[in-house]
């Protein structure tokens, strides 16, 4: 399998996940490094950087999910804001009460029917459980769609729902971490690629956040290496 992923490409794997990984962990432009990887002797230019993240981060994102340990029922959701070429998107999160992640997903828009979608996905990936709490702010559409799936037969019938904004106060600190990683990236080109590298950013949150193990870096670097048939 890994031979496969990595075919063709004119570096080693450890090297190209590498990059990926810390592209997607800590808050560094293409270009810096790009430079790092000069101090080490390599020349990679940015743009295959790019190319590496964006197509590494969603097989990375779909692999983790079997490692995920379960989350909490009392989900926090929000979102948050991201602009792509000048525009906003909207950001869809979800943690529990413990912080962990439960899911996330990117909006073109901010309205009843991309709330109904965000919470099918979530109730769709294996580690989450049926919310005995959903808590969130006082948007109305967001309101409406937790609504409607309640009579639609989403959520069960003893699902709660509060809007209660100071309750939130963990999924907005956690907004910080993604926004963090987000601003040297300055801004995404395009809906597709902005997809691909939030979907990477937010799987090295949550093996931070210790959700797929104990958060230790040689552990981490264990861990995506499994991900993708490295010994």
């Known amino acids: 399998m890994a031979e496969s992923l990595f075919k063709w490409k004119h570096f080693e794997s450890d090297i190209i996940l590498l990059c990926v990984r810390w592209y997607l962990k800590y808050p560094l432009s293409y270009r810096n490094l790009s430079d790092m990887m000069k101090e080490r002797g390599l020349s990679v230019s940015h743009t295959r950087i790019l190319r590496w993240v964006q197509e590494y981060s969603p097989i990375m994102c779909r692999k983790i999910k079997k490692h995920i340990s379960p989350t909490g029922d009392s989900w926090r959701m929000d979102e948050t804001y991201l602009k792509i070429r000048g525009v906003d998107h909207h950001l869809y999160r979800t943690v529990d009460s413990h912080g962990a992640t439960i899911d996330f997903w990117l909006s073109k828009h901010r309205d009843k029917a991309s709330a109904k ?72 080109h395009s809906y597709q690629s902005a997809c691909a590298t939030l979907s990477g950013i937010e799987v090295m949150h949550m093996i931070h956040k210790g959700q797929a193990g104990k958060p230790d870096v040689i552990l981490e670097i264990k861990l995506i290496n499994q991900l993708f048939g490295i010994a």
């Open 117 to 188: 979608r965000f919470f099918e996905t979530a109730l769709g990936v294996c580690h989450n459980s049926m919310p005995r709490v959903i808590t969130t702010d006082k948007y109305q559409a967001t309101a409406v769609a937790i609504q409607e799936h309640l009579y639609g037969g989403l959520f069960s019938c003893h699902v709660q729902h509060r809007m209660t904004k100071y309750l939130n106060n963990i999924v907005e600190q956690d907004h910080r971490f993604i926004k963090k990683i987000v601003q040297p990236m300055m801004g995404f």
